[in-house]
């Protein structure tokens, strides 16, 4: 067999800069999905720590860092991005590989907030949602993850099969907020 | 219209899908014979005032949500999940 090319989501989409705001791919390595058993979510928590240095995250929370973070993904479920999923953690945990299977990017500058403003029904400004919050809630048409992992950067999450519509509505709301000055 | 998610707190209506009656957390037992079974499926009540809903967050935190309303007010009386409702 020939040997295949590893194409990201947004390849050939991004990086893509208007007025103050940049758009950028980013690579979030292994991806995996979290979903404790029943009354497990201490223990888990507790592997968590051992393994990959970050609890179980509560509802609409992020823990760890850029390279290594779980981000609450919705009902009994966070995404570990970053590591490789430590064995332990299916000891107390559903753990499900969902490398690729998610377009992930970052909206970052000064107009970020007001151009999230133009397409989630969620208030993201900085008073009511802070570095380490995370939301499940739609990007115009698309369920979405979004956390604000910086003073004015976003990392937000789509399928991957909707790379495309989300660059294309970032940008449309990008242009328009540039457009206001 | 808004409602509060006991996971993601109040957000917009078009983040939820709406199912109909709380109804199917009663579901009979498969024994419980044919006019359980009928009423289950088939039959609802059509309440002027309190009823109970079930609404699906599909766009937000995956979560079953039984929302409690009032008919003739449009209030919302309460929400609450509905694996928790259930046990
Ligand atoms: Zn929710």
């Avoid at chain 1, 590893?6 to 208007?18: D, H, I, N, Y």
Wanted: charged share 25%.
């Amino acid at each position: 067999m020939d040997k295949l090319i590893a194409k990201s989501p947004c390849e050939g989409l991004l990086p893509l800069t208007v007025g103050s705001v940049t758009l950028t791919e980013e690579e979030p390595g292994v991806m995996t999905s979290v979903a404790p058993y029943k009354g497990c979510e201490e223990a888990l928590s507790e592997a968590l720590k051992a393994a990959h240095g970050m609890g179980y995250p509560a509802a609409n929370r992020a823990t760890g860092r850029a390279g290594s973070r779980a981000v609450w993904f919705g009902h009994g479920q966070a995404m570990l991005i970053g590591p490789v999923p430590d064995a332990t953690l299916s000891e107390h945990a559903a753990i499900v590989d969902q490398s690729d299977a998610w377009a992930v990017v970052r909206l970052e500058g000064e107009g970020a907030e007001d151009v999230l403003a133009r397409l989630v029904p969620v208030d993201l400004r900085a008073a009511h949602f802070k570095r380490g919050h995370t939301v499940r809630s739609l990007l115009f048409h698309m369920t979405a993850s979004i956390t604000r992992v910086g003073d004015t950067a976003f990392q937000i999450m789509v399928f991957r099969s909707m790379a495309e519509t989300l660059v294309h509505d970032l940008k449309t709301a990008m242009e328009g907020v540039a457009a206001r000055g | 219209m808004r409602i509060t998610c006991p996971h993601c707190g109040e957000r917009d209506r078009r983040e939820f899908y709406y199912r109909g009656a709380a109804t199917d957390l009663e579901r009979p037992a498969p024994d419980a014979g044919e006019e359980a079974w009928d009423n289950f499926v088939f039959l609802r009540e059509n309440p002027a005032g309190e009823t109970r809903d079930l609404w699906y967050h599909e766009g937000g935190c995956g979560a079953w949500i039984v929302v409690a309303r009032n008919t003739v007010t449009h209030e919302v009386l309460g929400t609450q999940l509905a694996s928790e409702a259930r046990s």
